[in-house]
Antibody, heavy 115, light 107 residues
Framework: EVQLVESGGGLVQPGGSLRLSCTTS????????MHWVRQAPGKGLVWVSR????????SYADSVKGRFTISRDSAENTMYLQMNSLRDEDTAVYYC????????WGQGTLVTVSS | DIQMTQSPSSLSASVGDRVTITCRAS??????LAWFQQKPGKAPKSLIY???NLQSGVPSKFSGSGSGTDFTLTISSLQPEDIATYYC?????????FGGGTKVEIK
């Protein structure tokens, strides 16, 4: 069974940092591109970032470019999202997502940016 | 960026009704289109990928069609457990983009 488990969310002040993790199982992590998608409270879904199989290629939404860094550790079957210079508008549930003959989502982790 | 426009933004239908949601892309995306269902407080659940392929484990009352710029999601017989918000997503080009969602309610 494919499992994606996010962790690392919490309350952080504006300008602060947070690192999210997505621990995976049930599939060959090293062969799969991975994504982060977020959803602000009461709003729609927004794609944030993606990383290729070996981490050599990444892309970001304009709203997070230069502040967020996606990475992965195939030995740990884990993907990360380092979030720096956080803003109020980064408040959202962050989902870890993979695509392989369909999209698979984690349960999400809530990030709240507030003073 | 490719804009995804869903319609309607909300709908109310009776149990047993056939429900259709449409999604239009601002440029051609071939069949790189997915549909998701999201219930309040829950993560999205994938229903359809590649425009018309049913994701494993999804009941056959859900179906998708279309190619290019115009797509539809159909629920053949609406049931109370189908109450949710439905989103389309294009994955042909980065940034991946989602429609604004369609909230489905029971009349």
């Amino acid at each position: 069974e494919v499992q994606l488990v996010e962790s690392g969310g919490g309350l952080v002040q504006p300008g602060g940092s947070l690192r999210l993790s997505c621990t995976t199982s049930g599939f060959t992590f090293s062969s799969t591109w991975m994504h982060w998608v977020r959803q602000a409270p009461g709003k729609g879904l927004v794609w944030v970032s993606r990383i290729n199989t070996d981490g050599s290629s990444t892309s970001y939404a304009d709203s997070v470019k230069g502040r967020f860094t996606i990475s992965r550790d195939s030995a740990e079957n884990t993907m990360y999202l380092q979030m720096n210079s956080l803003r109020d508008e980064d408040t959202a549930v962050y989902y870890c997502v993979r695509y392989n003959s369909g999209w698979y989502w984690g349960q999400g982790t809530l990030v709240t940016v507030s003073s | 960026d490719i804009q995804m426009t869903q319609s309607p933004s909300s709908l109310s239908a009776s149990v047993g009704d056939r429900v259709t949601i449409t999604c239009r892309a601002s440029q051609g995306i071939n069949n790189y289109l997915a549909w998701f269902q999201q219930k309040p407080g829950k993560a999205p659940k994938s229903l359809i990928y590649a425009a018309s392929n049913l994701q494993s484990g999804v009941p056959s009352k859900f179906s998708g069609s279309g190619s290019g710029t115009d797509f539809t999601l159909t629920i053949s017989s609406l049931q109370p457990e189908d109450i949710a918000t439905y989103y389309c997503q294009q994955y042909k080009t980065y940034p991946l983009t989602f429609g604004g969602g369609t909230k489905v309610e029971i009349k």
